[in-house]
Protein backbone atom coordinates (compact mmCIF):
# COMPACT_ATOMS: atom_id res chain seq x y z
CA UNK A 1 0.00 0.00 0.00
CA UNK A 2 1.69 2.88 -0.59
CA UNK A 3 1.65 6.13 2.14
CA UNK A 4 -0.42 9.33 1.67
CA UNK A 5 -0.29 12.50 3.01
CA UNK A 6 -3.27 13.59 4.56
CA UNK A 7 -4.28 17.17 3.91
CA UNK A 8 -7.19 18.19 5.66
CA UNK A 9 -9.61 21.44 4.63
CA UNK A 10 -11.60 23.15 7.51
CA UNK A 11 -14.31 24.64 5.29
CA UNK A 12 -17.17 27.21 5.69
CA UNK A 13 -18.37 26.60 2.33
CA UNK A 14 -17.87 30.27 1.16
CA UNK A 15 -16.38 31.49 -1.90
CA UNK A 16 -13.02 32.14 -0.39
CA UNK A 17 -12.89 28.15 1.05
CA UNK A 18 -14.21 27.08 -2.26
CA UNK A 19 -11.47 28.68 -4.19
CA UNK A 20 -9.12 27.49 -1.74
CA UNK A 21 -9.90 24.25 -2.10
CA UNK A 22 -9.78 24.03 -5.32
CA UNK A 23 -5.91 25.44 -5.29
CA UNK A 24 -5.08 23.02 -2.77
CA UNK A 25 -6.47 20.10 -5.42
CA UNK A 26 -4.74 21.31 -8.47
CA UNK A 27 -1.77 21.48 -6.33
CA UNK A 28 -1.61 17.74 -5.07
CA UNK A 29 -0.14 14.71 -6.40
CA UNK A 30 -1.15 11.34 -6.05
CA UNK A 31 0.38 11.20 -2.65
CA UNK A 32 -2.26 14.03 -1.26
CA UNK A 33 -5.26 12.56 0.52
CA UNK A 34 -7.41 15.49 0.74
CA UNK A 35 -10.30 15.54 2.67
CA UNK A 36 -12.83 18.66 3.02
CA UNK A 37 -14.28 19.59 6.70
CA UNK A 38 -17.35 21.54 7.28
CA UNK A 39 -17.46 23.71 9.75
CA UNK A 40 -20.96 23.37 10.43
CA UNK A 41 -20.61 20.33 11.39
CA UNK A 42 -20.41 20.06 15.40
CA UNK A 43 -17.27 17.52 15.80
CA UNK A 44 -15.72 19.68 12.80
CA UNK A 45 -15.93 22.66 14.69
CA UNK A 46 -14.25 20.69 17.78
CA UNK A 47 -11.45 19.38 16.34
CA UNK A 48 -11.01 22.56 14.57
CA UNK A 49 -10.96 24.64 18.33
CA UNK A 50 -8.65 21.93 19.61
CA UNK A 51 -6.52 22.64 16.45
CA UNK A 52 -6.51 26.36 17.43
CA UNK A 53 -8.06 26.88 13.92
CA UNK A 54 -9.05 31.13 14.27
CA UNK A 55 -10.25 31.45 11.23
CA UNK A 56 -11.46 29.17 7.52
CA UNK A 57 -10.01 28.17 5.10
CA UNK A 58 -7.56 26.49 7.33
CA UNK A 59 -5.34 23.45 6.38
CA UNK A 60 -4.18 20.67 8.54
CA UNK A 61 -1.06 18.62 6.73
CA UNK A 62 -0.52 15.42 8.17
CA UNK A 63 -2.26 16.52 11.72
CA UNK A 64 -0.19 19.61 12.03
CA UNK A 65 -1.79 23.18 11.18
CA UNK A 66 -0.35 24.91 8.75
CA UNK A 67 0.83 28.69 8.91
CA UNK A 68 -1.79 29.78 6.85
CA UNK A 69 -4.19 28.61 8.81
CA UNK A 70 -3.88 31.37 11.50
CA UNK A 71 -5.56 34.19 10.75
CA UNK A 72 -3.55 35.28 7.87
CA UNK A 73 -4.73 33.69 4.70
CA UNK A 74 -3.83 30.22 2.52
CA UNK A 75 -0.91 30.74 0.82
CA UNK A 76 -0.09 27.41 -1.54
CA UNK A 77 3.15 28.15 -1.70
CA UNK A 78 3.62 27.98 2.27
CA UNK A 79 1.55 24.33 1.95
CA UNK A 80 4.08 23.14 -0.83
CA UNK A 81 6.74 23.72 2.07
CA UNK A 82 4.42 21.30 4.62
CA UNK A 83 4.08 18.68 1.82
CA UNK A 84 0.79 19.60 -0.24
CA UNK A 85 2.23 17.88 -3.86
CA UNK A 86 5.05 16.27 -2.63
CA UNK A 87 5.66 13.00 -3.08
CA UNK A 88 6.25 10.32 -0.16
CA UNK A 89 9.04 7.85 -0.60
Known amino acids: MTAKRKIEVFSAGCPVCERTIEEIRKASCPSCDITVLDMQDTEVAVRA ?7 VPAVVID ?8 GCGVDIEELKK ?5 PIR
Open 63 to 70: GKLSACGC
Open 82 to 86: AGLGQ
Open 49 to 55: KSLSIRS
